[in-house]
């Protein structure tokens, strides 16, 4: 909105960002975009954030053994921890010059009514007006029940997925991990069961992330 020449003001409901989250892919269709609109400056922070492993593996999950080699751009492109990749985003809108104004909820949204320009209503009951009012506020969205006009409860994918992150120094030591934790790669293993179950394994900068998904849906779901 800023490269286009709009005066931007963000809302924010945190008072304070943290650094949560699991890992992100940024693609090299999404990077060009961000590119563009941070510098070169922005496009190298942001890869040299994520995995430099140039392939990903993809192994049998009981004995390890390499089903598929793939090159990780096409899959997932650059895949670092989500918080670092925030922390890159917000120093980018601060150097563009965008106000971020922490602690600010919202509570409401008014339509454009009579002439006047829509709004947003704040948890302390101030109200703001705008040209365009972009609502980017989650699963549990207020902007998008307006737009809709009914409420767009989450559905279930069928899908569970558990993932933890730990220094990768604890498996150093162990002869059947120590090729994962030695240099940046990416590692999914597929199990074929009553359910698919995937293990998705990276380091980058010492950091082992550890991911398994299954899903409740039948065999017959994939076809």
């Known amino acids: 909105m800023d490269a286009h020449g709009h005066s931007v003001v963000i809302y924010e409901k945190l008072r304070a960002f943290r650094r949560l989250g699991d890992s992100l892919g940024l693609g090299e269709n999404a990077l060009r975009l961000l590119e563009r609109w941070g510098g070169r400056d922005l496009y190298l922070r942001l890869t040299s954030i994520g995995n430099q492993a140039p392939d990903m593996q993809i192994r049998r999950w009981h004995d390890g053994k390499i089903l598929a080699v793939q090159p990780l751009m096409d899959m997932a492109g650059y895949i670092g921890h989500r918080g670092d990749y925030h922390n890159a985003f917000l120093d980018a809108v601060r150097d563009a010059g ?51 006009g009914f409420t767009d409860a989450p559905k279930s994918s069928g899908y569970s997925c558990y993932r933890a992150y730990f220094p990768g120094a604890h498996l150093k030591e162990d002869p059947l991990c120590r090729e994962f934790v030695d240099h940046d790669c990416v590692n999914i293993w597929y199990e074929e069961s009553p359910y698919l179950s995937t293990k998705d394994s990276i380091r980058k900068k010492g950091v082992f992330i550890v991911e398994v998904t299954r899903t409740t849906l039948s065999r017959s779901s994939f076809h």
Do not use: F, H, N
Request: negative net charge; hydrophobic residues 35%; proline residues 2%.
């Open 98 to 148: 965008i106000e971020i104004r922490m602690g600010c909820g919202v509570a409401d949204y008014e339509d454009e009514e009579k002439g006047q320009q829509p709004a947003i209503i704040l948890e302390d009951g101030t109200r703001v007006s705008a040209d365009v009012i972009i609502g980017a506020d989650g699963i549990k969205s207020r902007a998008r029940e307006q737009v809709l």
